[in-house]
C-alpha cells in the first residue's frame, strides 16, 4: 500500500533531510506485516505532501500492521499512565496542585507582559544577554549569529521542542553548525533523521532492533547486538568527544523564572547541565508562555511535571541557571512564534498553559496505537491536535478528527487545559472555514435535514430490513463499507421501537 | 411524575429491545411515561463533527418534542451528555434550559431521583464486566474516574450490586475509551476497530460472560469487533438487566 510513497516526491514526517540514505528509506516497508525473518522493520510516520492535509490514519494503520512495535508502545506508554496514577495517589492535595497550577498559568499568561519584563531585566541584571525573536526565522538567525561571532562550529544541545518547532538543525546545518543532541532519545532520532515522536520520550516508538540498526549504520555499532547496556555504550563512546570539543551549548527551557530571571530545565539524564556548562557559551531557547512568577510558584510545577510525565516523583535534574559561569557568556532567546496570536483565541488559548508533560499522549488510546509520529507534526497526540492548526489550520485540519474526544486527556492535564473540549471546538471552526472534506459536510447537512424532519427520517427507515440502508444514510452515507473491515455488523432487528410501540401501545401510548 | 422517554436514533433502529426494557423498568417504578412519536435524534453526529448549524434544527426538534415533561430520560449517557453539556447550537431559551437540566441517563435517574433499592424482579447468574461510555463517565460522571483522585463511587456498580446473582468482574483498563466515538467509528474506522478489539480481548481475559453498559453504541461496536474476534462474550444492556428480563 505504502510502497507507492516510495517513488512519490514525498517526505516522511520527522523525515528532516530529502537526502535521507537510501538505506533508512525503509519506512515504506513497514505495511508489510512481517519480514520472512529478523526484527521488525519500524513503521515511519505520516506522509508529508507539502501543504496537504495530513493522512494521520494512513500512517495509524502502517504503525498498526507492526505488532511487536504496537503492542511496545501502547504497553510502555500504559505504564508511565499507570504509574502517574499511583504517584497522584500519593499527594492528598493532587486536584487542589492542578487548579493551582492551572490559576498560576492564568495569571501568567494574562500577565505576560508584565512578567516578560520583569525577567528580562533581572535576566539581564545576572550578565545574561536577551533577546527577542518574533518567530522560527528570528530565533534560528540570532542563534546562528551568536555562533558566528564566537566561531563555534559545533553546537551541543539538549532537548527542546521549541527548536523543533523551529525546525533548528536543518537551520544549522545551513549555517555550517554542526548539532549534537544529548539527550539519548533525542540523538537517536537525530541520527536517524527523525523527529521525536513524543514531547518526553523522543524515541519511545522505536524497538531495541531499530535503535541497533540505526547505530549500526551511523556510529557503526554491531547491526545485530541490540543489548541495551551495549548500545548506550557504543553511543556515549561515540558522542563523549563531540560533546567535550564542542564549542558552543544551548538548551531548552521549562520554566523561566521572572522573580530571579533565571531558567529551569528538568531532565533525567543531566545533559542540560552537560550542554550549559561544558564550553564557554550557554544559549537557552524560551518560548514566551514558559514563564512563571517566581520560585514559590515554581514549586507547583516541579511537584506536577515528573508525576505527570513519567510517574516518578521529580526529574533526576533540576538544574536552575540564573547567568553565565565566570569567563563564559549566557544568551537567552526569547520567541513568540504564534504564540501571542494563539493567545488572542478565545477557545484555544488556554492550550499555552502546557507544561509538555506528555501526559496526555500517554493516556490517549488514538496516541498509543498510532505512534507520535503519524500526526504528521511537531506537536503530537491530543495537545498537539489543538496546538498544530494554530501553526497551519489547512495542513492541520485533519488532526482535532483523530479523537474520539473521550476526555481522559484532559483528566490528566497538570494544568487542566480542556483539551478534549478544545479538539471539538476545533471541529467547529474547521468545518466553518470549509477545512473539512466536502462529502463530510454534505453529508452532514443531508442528515441535518433529514433529522429535523419526522416525516423525512421515518420515512428512510420504513421496513424493518432497511434497517441496513438506515444507518449508512444518517450516520455514514456511502462510507459503510469501512464498518466491517474490523467488525461485524450488528444483528438487525424486526421492527424499530418505534414500530413496536405503535403496535403494542398505539399513538397515544396506551397498551393495548 | 411525567417523564418523556428518549429512544436514540441507533437504538430505535438496532437495539429496540433497550427502548422496551428502559420503558418498563420506568413504569415498574410507577413514573407515567410517554414516547413523543416526533422525536429523531439529538443531534450529536453532526455535532461531533464539527458542524453545529446543521444540528440547530434537530436540537430544536428535540427540545419541541420534550419540553413539557419534568423529566426526559434516555438509555444512552453519549446522548445524553450531549442535550446537557453540548446542546449550543439552539438559542438558550427556558425551554432549552429546561430540557438541558431535566435530560437524564437512565442509570443517574434510578440512582440519583428515583433512589431505587432494589430490584427484586431481577436475577443475573453471571459473570459480567462493567463498560461506562466515556460521555457518561467525563460527561455525566456516573462513577469516579482512575485519571482524577476523588472518592471511588459508581452508579451503575450500585444498581448492579442490587441484582441477585450478578458477579462483576474487573478489566484491566476499565477508563480506556473503546474507540467507537460516534462518527469516528466510521471516518477513523482502522483505529476505532483496534481500540475495539483491544477493549474486547481485556473483557474476554477477565472472564466475562456479559458485558454490560448503560450506552448500546459502545457496545453495538464492541460486540462486532468480540465477533470478528471470535470471542464468545455476550452484550447487554444494562437497562435489560435491572428490568430482569430472562437472557
Known amino acids: ?512 | 411524575m411525567r417523564v418523556g422517554l428518549f429512544v436514540p436514533c441507533y437504538v430505535d433502529a438496532f437495539h429496540p429491545e433497550v427502548g422496551q426494557a428502559t420503558l418498563e423498568l420506568l413504569e415498574r417504578f410507577g413514573c407515567e411515561v410517554d414516547y413523543p412519536f416526533d422525536q429523531t435524534c439529538c443531534g450529536q453526529p453532526m455535532t461531533n463533527t464539527g458542524c453545529h448549524k446543521e444540528s440547530k434544527a434537530t436540537e430544536e426538534l428535540f427540545v419541541r418534542n420534550f419540553k413539557d415533561y419534568d423529566y426526559i430520560v434516555g438509555p444512552s449517557g453519549s446522548c445524553v451528555n450531549h442535550v446537557r453539556n453540548n446542546f449550543d447550537a439552539v438559542e438558550q431559551t427556558d425551554d432549552v434550559k429546561h430540557v438541558r437540566t431535566q435530560t437524564y441517563e437512565l442509570v443517574e435517574f434510578l440512582h440519583d431521583v428515583l433512589k431505587v433499592d432494589g430490584f427484586p424482579w431481577a436475577e443475573f447468574p453471571h459473570k459480567v464486566a462493567l463498560h461506562n461510555n466515556c460521555n457518561a463517565l467525563r460527561g455525566l460522571n456516573i462513577a469516579s474516574m482512575t485519571e482524577l483522585r476523588e472518592k471511588t463511587f459508581s452508579k451503575p456498580r450500585d444498581l448492579l450490586g442490587m441484582v441477585k446473582g450478578l458477579e462483576l468482574v474487573d478489566i484491566t483498563r476499565p477508563d480506556e475509551c473503546c474507540g467507537f466515538g460516534g462518527t469516528f467509528s466510521v471516518f477513523e474506522e482502522a483505529i476505532s476497530a483496534r481500540m475495539g478489539q483491544d477493549k474486547a480481548r481485556d473483557q474476554a481475559r477477565a472472564g466475562a460472560e456479559y458485558v454490560t453498559s448503560s450506552d448500546s453504541s459502545c457496545m453495538m461496536h464492541q460486540e462486532g469487533c468480540a465477533k470478528r474476534l471470535n470471542l464468545p462474550t455476550k452484550y447487554i444492556h444494562i437497562a435489560q438487566i435491572l428490568n430482569g428480563e430472562p437472557v
Request: with cysteine; glycine share 6%.
Open chain 1, 1 to 512: 500500500m505504502s510502497l507507492e510513497h516510495q517513488d512519490a516526491p514525498t517526505t516522511p514526517a520527522g523525515r528532516t533531510n530529502d537526502g535521507a540514505p537510501a538505506s533508512l528509506t525503509h519506512g515504506a516497508g513497514a505495511s508489510v506485516t512481517m519480514p520472512p525473518r529478523g526484527p521488525e522493520p519500524q513503521p515511519r510516520g505520516a506522509v508529508v505532501r507539502g501543504n496537504r492535509p495530513i493522512d494521520q490514519e494512513e500512517a495509524a494503520k502502517r504503525f498498526m500492521a507492526a505488532p511487536e512495535h504496537l503492542a511496545m508502545h501502547d504497553q510502555r506508554l500504559w505504564d508511565l499512565r499507570q504509574k502517574r496514577d499511583r504517584q497522584k495517589d500519593t499527594i492528598e492535595e493532587w486536584e487542589e496542585l492542578r487548579q493551582l497550577a492551572s490559576d498560576i498559568k492564568t495569571h501568567t499568561l494574562t500577565h505576560l507582559d508584565t512578567y516578560l519584563e520583569q525577567f528580562e531585566k533581572n535576566a539581564t541584571a545576572n550578565g545574561v544577554k536577551v533577546r527577542w525573536a518574533k518567530d522560527a526565522a528570528e530565533h534560528n538567525s540570532i542563534v546562528a549569529g551568536i555562533l558566528r561571532s564566537k566561531n563555534a562550529k559545533r553546537l551541543i544541545k539538549s532537548k527542546s521542542m521549541l527548536t523543533e518547532e523551529c525546525g533548528f538543525r536543518e537551520a544549522m546545518a545551513e549555517a555550517g553548525v554542526d548539532v549534537v543532541e544529548t539527550d539519548l532519545g533525542e540523538r537517536i532520532q537525530q541520527l536517524d533523521n527523525e523527529n521525536p515522536s513524543h514531547v518526553v520520550v523522543p524515541a519511545v516508538h522505536k524497538l531495541r532492533t531499530d535503535v541497533a540498526e540505526v547505530f549500526s549504520k551511523t556510529i557503526g555499532s554491531d547491526p545485530n547486538n541490540s543489548d541495551v547496556s551495549y548500545l548506550t555504550e557504543q553511543q556515549r563512546e561515540h558522542t563523549r568527544p563531540l560533546i567535550l570539543n564542542a564549542d558552543a551549548g544551548m538548551t531548552g527551557c521549562n520554566f523561566a523564572v521572572a522573580e530571579t530571571g533565571s531558567v529551569v530545565v528538568c531532565t533525567n539524564e543531566g545533559n542540560a547541565d552537560l550542554s550549559a556548562n561544558t564550553t564557554g557559551l550557554h544559549i537557552v531557547s524560551v518560548g514566551i508562555e514558559k514563564i512563571i512568577p517566581n520560585l514559590n510558584t515554581l514549586a507547583v510545577f516541579v511537584r506536577m511535571l515528573s508525576r505527570s510525565a513519567l510517574g516518578s516523583p521529580i526529574t533526576q535534574y533540576t538544574s536552575h541557571f540564573r547567568g553565565p559561569r565566570r569567563g563564559a557568556e549566557m544568551h537567552i532567546v526569547i520567541v513568540d512564534n504564534g504564540r501571542t496570536e494563539r493567545l488572542g483565541m478565545e477557545k484555544f488559548w488556554t492550550s499555552l498553559k502546557c507544561i509538555r508533560c506528555g501526559a496526555c499522549m500517554n493516556t490517549c488510546p488514538v496516541f498509543r496505537r498510532s505512534g507520535g509520529l503519524s500526526y504528521g507534526a511537531t506537536y503530537a497526540g491530543p495537545i498537539g491536535l489543538i496546538i498544530d492548526p494554530t501553526f497551519n489550520r489547512h495542513k492541520y485540519s485533519t488532526l482535532p478528527f483523530s479523537s474520539t474526544m473521550n476526555g481522559s486527556c484532559t483528566n490528566v492535564c497538570p494544568v487542566k487545559i480542556n483539551i478534549h473540549e478544545q479538539i471539538a471546538s476545533w471541529r467547529q471552526v474547521l468545518a466553518e472555514t470549509h477545512e473539512i472534506p466536502a462529502f463530510k459536510k454534505t453529508m452532514m447537512k443531508a442528515a441535518g435535514m433529514l433529522l429535523a424532519s419526522p416525516k423525512l427520517y421515518r420515512a428512510s427507515l420504513p421496513m424493518a430490513d432497511s434497517a441496513l440502508r438506515y444507518l449508512p444514510r444518517f450516520v455514514i452515507y456511502n462510507k459503510m463499507n469501512t464498518w466491517t473491515r474490523g467488525r461485524e455488523m450488528p444483528h438487525i432487528p424486526k421492527e424499530t421501537f418505534h414500530q413496536w410501540y405503535k403496535r403494542t401501545r398505539g399513538v397515544n401510548g396506551k397498551k393495548k
